[in-house]
């Protein structure tokens, strides 16, 4: 077995307290060279899949194996692309979501959203939302003041960074000095009395929790995702992530309204949230016995802990764009892995909870952030390095730098036991030696 596959499947399962002795049990397959990147996004992919499997079917008490097949899991990752409504492509990116130029680096923005494409407006005080008055608007300001700028109005722009500059920065040294996610156990609340059916109230947007919840309706639960009613989720969006659960709008706000989703919540076995941190704490969501999912796009800590974000940006933030691009322009993942990843990954983690909770009782809590997901990806999977599997010998030519040989086993060769040397100036005889 690939031992960069199996490293990566371990890492996630020791992280949800999963038992090892079921790692045995996953098996991998497909074809091979799917999601090409700088960083293992295919390892990340694979892993996030394997152990939300591997989750499933201990809390099912199945006795089979998981099979992780790289060409549905790569498909999978990219489903937004693959997504047709009657033989229309979806529209993944609103036209001012993209990168700019600013005056001295680059900036990426995400107008999906209405009101956050009236944020970005209003922030760089462009009328109309003509793509070349705000690329003028960008290229005349640093980019640092264009991200505090728009975040300031309630839009959604980050400064492209290096993986250094990330490292250094504040927020990038809170994401580090933390695990990939927490889970807690908060009370000692004695096990719910589940119906038939696992109840999972979904109060989350665009992709990362939409995966979770739609994997846990694949998984039979019975998911209702409720919105804001003058804020429904993007229509692509939702016909993409959406399948297996039932929708509402409910104004929380409202009365009666409110009424009807504490009475929804209060009956619920598991609620996943996915906006920024503190945005839900007035509605009071806590009950005795719950699971919650939060997830977030920089966590709920440090000072981009209230700060909304999406995949895309967590990319340009983290220094993931610049590892991925050129020396002309920053680059990006070949799917929205962040999100994608991320999905499973809570998926894995709401079901894990719930097994241990069965067991032992308690309220849990579990938290992942976008941003510590790609900390994940760029420090804990390894990638494939060339100059790791290089050497430098002497040599008659002069210094050689080479490739080592990749044939390697228990009591083998250690390398070659002589260098190249002058061509034709060995006599014709067998050596020897």
Same mark, same amino acid.
């Given at each position: 077995?690939d031992?960069?596959?199996?490293?990566?499947?371990?890492?996630?399962?020791?992280?949800?307290?999963?038992?090892?002795?079921l790692l045995?049990?996953?098996?991998?397959g497909?074809?091979?060279?799917?999601?090409?990147?700088?960083?293992? +996004?295919?390892e990340?992919?694979?892993?996030?899949? *394997? =152990?939300c499997?591997?989750? #499933? &079917?201990?809390? %099912? /008490?199945?006795?089979?194996?998981?099979r992780?097949?790289d060409?549905?899991?790569?498909?999978?990752?990219?489903?937004?692309?693959?997504?047709?409504?009657?033989?229309?492509?979806?529209?993944n990116?609103?036209?001012?979501?993209?990168?700019?130029?600013?005056?001295?680096?680059?900036?990426?923005?995400?107008?999906?959203?209405p009101?956050?494409?009236?944020?970005?407006?209003?922030a760089?005080?462009?009328?109309?939302?003509?793509?070349?008055? +705000?690329?003028?608007?960008?290229?005349?300001?640093? *980019? =640092?003041?264009v991200e505090? #700028? &728009?975040?300031? %109005? /309630?839009?959604?722009?980050?400064?492209?960074?290096?993986?250094e500059e990330?490292?250094?920065?504040?927020?990038?040294?809170?994401?580090?000095?933390?695990?990939?996610?927490?889970?807690?156990?908060?009370?000692?609340?004695?096990?719910?009395?589940?119906?038939?059916?696992?109840?999972v109230?979904?109060?989350?947007?665009?992709?990362a929790?939409?995966?979770?919840?739609?994997?846990?309706?694949?998984?039979?639960?019975?998911?209702?995702r409720?919105?804001?009613?003058?804020?429904?989720?993007?229509?692509?969006?939702?016909?993409?992530?959406d399948?297996?659960?039932r929708?509402?709008?409910?104004?929380?706000?409202?009365?009666?309204?409110?009424?009807?989703?504490?009475?929804?919540?209060?009956?619920?076995?598991?609620?996943?949230?996915?906006?920024?941190?503190?945005?839900?704490?007035?509605?009071?969501?806590?009950?005795?016995?719950?699971?919650?999912?939060?997830l977030?796009?920089?966590?709920?800590?440090?000072?981009?802990?209230?700060?909304?974000?999406f995949?895309?940006l967590?990319?340009?933030?983290?220094?993931?764009?610049?590892?991925?691009?050129?020396?002309?322009?920053?680059?990006?993942?070949?799917?929205?892995?962040?999100?994608?990843?991320s999905?499973?990954?809570?998926?894995?983690?709401?079901?894990?909870?719930?097994?241990e909770?069965?067991?032992?009782?308690?309220?849990?809590?579990?938290?992942?952030?976008?941003?510590?997901?790609?900390?994940?990806?760029?420090?804990?999977?390894?990638?494939?390095?060339p100059?790791?599997?290089?050497?430098?010998?002497?040599?008659?030519?002069?210094?050689?730098?080479?490739?080592?040989s990749?044939?390697?086993?228990?009591?083998?060769?250690?390398?070659?036991?002589?260098?190249p040397?002058?061509?034709?100036?060995?006599a014709p005889?067998?050596?020897?030696a």
């Amino acid at each position: 077995m690939d031992t960069t596959v199996r490293t990566g499947t371990e890492l996630l399962w020791s992280a949800l307290g999963g038992d090892p002795a079921l790692l045995d049990r996953v098996g991998y397959g497909g074809p091979a060279g799917l999601l090409p990147a700088r960083l293992p +996004v295919m390892e990340l992919a694979r892993a996030t899949v *394997a =152990v939300c499997s591997l989750a #499933a &079917v201990e809390r %099912a /008490g199945l006795p089979g194996r998981v099979r992780v097949d790289d060409g549905a899991v790569a498909t999978a990752f990219v489903s937004e692309r693959h997504l047709r409504v009657d033989g229309r492509a979806p529209v993944n990116f609103a036209p001012l979501s993209r990168l700019w130029r600013a005056r001295d680096g680059w900036v990426r923005t995400h107008a999906n959203y209405p009101h956050h494409r009236a944020a970005l407006l209003a922030a760089l005080g462009v009328r109309g939302e003509s793509v070349e008055a +705000v690329e003028a608007a960008i290229a005349e300001r640093r *980019a =640092v003041e264009v991200e505090t #700028a &728009v975040y300031a %109005a /309630g839009g959604l722009a980050v400064a492209l960074r290096t993986p250094e500059e990330w490292a250094a920065h504040e927020q990038g040294r809170e994401v580090a000095a933390r695990p990939l996610l927490s889970r807690e156990r908060l009370d000692d609340a004695a096990p719910k009395r589940r119906s038939a059916r696992l109840r999972v109230l979904d109060m989350t947007r665009v992709i990362a929790g939409p995966v979770a919840t739609r994997t846990l309706a694949l998984l039979g639960a019975d998911v209702l995702r409720v919105d804001p009613p003058g804020n429904p989720e993007l229509a692509d969006q939702h016909a993409d992530t959406d399948f297996g659960k039932r929708t509402a709008a409910l104004d929380l706000d409202s009365p009666s309204d409110r009424r009807a989703f504490d009475e929804l919540l209060d009956a619920a076995d598991v609620l996943v949230t996915g906006y920024r941190p503190g945005a839900l704490d007035r509605f009071g969501l806590h009950r005795p016995g719950l699971v919650t999912a939060r997830l977030s796009a920089w966590g709920d800590y440090g000072p981009w802990a209230e700060r909304r974000g999406f995949d895309s940006l967590v990319q340009v933030a983290t220094g993931i764009a610049v590892t991925e691009g050129s020396a002309d322009r920053p680059g990006a993942l070949p799917a929205q892995a962040l999100d994608h990843g991320s999905g499973y990954l809570l998926a894995a983690a709401v079901l894990r909870s719930l097994t241990e909770q069965d067991r032992e009782g308690g309220t849990r809590l579990v938290r992942l952030a976008l941003a510590q997901t790609g900390h994940w990806l760029t420090t804990a999977l390894p990638r494939y390095e060339p100059e790791r599997y290089l050497t430098e010998t002497d040599s008659p030519l002069g210094r050689l730098r080479h490739a080592l040989s990749p044939v390697s086993y228990d009591g083998g060769p250690a390398g070659w036991s002589r260098p190249p040397g002058v061509a034709g100036a060995d006599a014709p005889v067998w050596s020897t030696a």
